[in-house]
């Protein structure tokens, strides 16, 4: 059994991630703003109250956290403002690198000692943060947000590695959810190739752009 903390899991894929990780036996510590009734209904532990694009807020989660340890630290929480050329807002894509971007370092800093060797880290990016696949524009804050936040994981794999603690970089799918208008595949089966690939890190691939599927991605 491993303590699993999920944030963003009071929906969609972070509640899915929640949901599977507690059936197959881990000790899961959902992190999130405002906890749903589903989330609830699951019987994990539950920090709410708590915004990743908020040090203050992130400090509290640390405190609620005490020394707990955690073996597997899943960033999944993340925002979409959707934007065009000619009309966006700054503030909005400002908001995006605080949640998408500066969200998951905020997290990985706060609870550095509650990791150990052995320890997983991974943070829920978008193919859309890849520079090599980017064939279509658009999103402007949301994309930029995701390549940051990929480059921050490298950085975590550098960081984390002496310690023997593994980074991935993990691109779920394009997922039914209510960000993105319920398109694409349904989240249990996203979190189901999500958590494979958790389970498939080690030192020896840490710092991999991983799609759910299994594949690796292009930055």
């Not at 979409?80 to 998951?104: A, C, H, K, W």
Request: charged letters at 20%; aromatic letters at 4%; hydrophobic letters at 40%.
């Amino acid at each position: 059994m491993s303590t699993v903390l999920i944030t963003g899991c009071n929906r969609g894929i972070g509640l899915e991630l929640a949901r599977q990780s507690h059936e197959r036996g881990d000790d899961v510590i959902g992190v999130c703003r405002h906890a749903s009734d589903e989330l609830r209904a699951l019987g994990v532990r539950v920090i709410e109250g708590i915004d990743v694009g908020d040090g203050a807020s992130v400090a509290k989660l640390q405190e609620a956290l005490g020394d707990t340890p955690i073996d597997i630290l899943i960033n999944n929480a993340g925002i979409l403002r959707r934007d065009q050329f000619g009309s966006i807002d700054y503030d909005t894509m400002l908001e995006q690198y605080q949640v998408n971007t500066l969200g998951p370092l905020r997290v990985c800093e706060a609870l550095a000692d509650n990791l150990h060797e052995g320890s997983k880290v991974a943070i829920v990016t978008s193919r859309v943060g890849s520079i090599e696949d980017n064939g279509s524009g658009g999103n402007w804050g949301y994309r930029a947000s995701k390549t940051a936040v990929n480059m921050v994981g490298i950085n975590l794999m550098h960081e984390f590695k002496p310690r023997g603690i593994a980074v991935a970089l993990l691109h779920p799918g394009l997922v039914a959810t209510e960000m993105t208008g319920g398109q694409g595949i349904q989240p249990a089966e996203s979190a189901a190739g999500l958590i494979a690939r958790i389970d498939e890190l080690s030192l020896r691939n840490s710092g991999t752009f991983w799609h759910a599927e299994g594949y690796t991605l292009p930055w």
